[in-house]
């Protein structure tokens, strides 16, 4: 069965570094979503992408965080400079271009700040 | 605004014994719902979702959930646990924006004894 695909799997960095996360979707799911899960939580969606554009960024702190899907296929999220409270998995789905198609979620990026 | 209710943060159940995880969402109209589970380290896989019709819905793994419209709850049910089913399980229910993005509940873990 295909896989949503994330890297790295691990990453600990010190705060006021920068660092980026990648995914690369199930071929022909044109929407793309990443999620931030804190610890003990829910996941909760940062940006939205159909195809190569943002369709919600409305929980995107973007004074620091950014995220691109330049020819619509894989994505990057970035966050300069990361805070402690950062700290979190970060989760990338990708669906069907369909209304309510079920979401598909990668094994995510777990981040520590230190 | 939507939002998913999973009252219990923990629960312990024998193994071989029964489950019920609640869940209780907030929406106008009718809800489209889903229940996905995520083992330690890993990304959420889809257990069943409820669009419209039967109320009560078979999913993967021998689970299942019955919506009841009256009480806006979602409960998720197994007849018989195995140690193989401890992890943490989320309801979600999808936006109203009709973008496909989900709201997550915080989440039930779910601990299996011997």
């Known amino acids: 069965e295909a896989e949503v695909a994330q890297s790295p799997r691990y990453k600990i960095t010190e705060k006021s570094q920068a660092v980026a996360f990648w995914c690369d979707p199930i071929?022909?799911?044109?929407?793309l979503y990443w999620y931030r899960q804190i610890l003990g939580q829910g996941p909760e969606l940062l940006v939205q992408?159909?195809?190569?554009?943002?369709?919600?960024d409305s929980q995107l702190p973007k004074d620091r965080f950014s995220a691109e899907r330049l020819k619509g296929v894989d994505s990057t999220l970035k966050i300069q400079p990361a805070e402690l409270g950062d700290s979190a998995m970060y989760l990338c789905?990708?669906?069907?271009?369909?209304?309510?198609?079920?979401?598909?979620f990668g094994n995510g990026t777990r981040l520590t700040v230190t | 605004a939507q939002s998913v209710t999973q009252p219990d943060i923990h629960i312990t159940v024998s193994e071989g014994a029964s489950l019920e995880l609640r869940c209780n969402y907030s929406?106008?109209?009718?809800?489209?719902l889903f229940w996905y589970v995520q083992s330690p380290g890993q990304g959420l896989q889809l257990l069943l979702k409820?669009?419209?019709?039967?109320?009560l819905v078979q999913g993967i793994k021998g689970f299942e959930a019955e919506f009841k419209r009256s009480q806006s709850s979602f409960n998720l049910r197994k007849p018989s646990v195995h140690w193989s089913d401890a992890a943490e399980y989320f309801c979600?229910?999808?936006?109203?924006?009709?973008?496909?993005?989900?709201?997550f509940g915080q989440g039930t873990t779910l601990q299996v004894k011997p």
């Open positions: 409820y669009f419209s019709g039967d109320t």
């Open positions: 979600a229910v999808a936006d109203s924006s009709n973008t496909g993005k989900l709201i």
């Open positions: 929406y106008g109209a009718t809800p489209y």
């Open positions: 992408f159909q195809d190569e554009s943002v369709v919600d």
């Open positions: 789905a990708s669906s069907l271009a369909v209304s309510h198609s079920p979401l598909h």
């Open positions: 071929s022909g799911h044109a929407t």
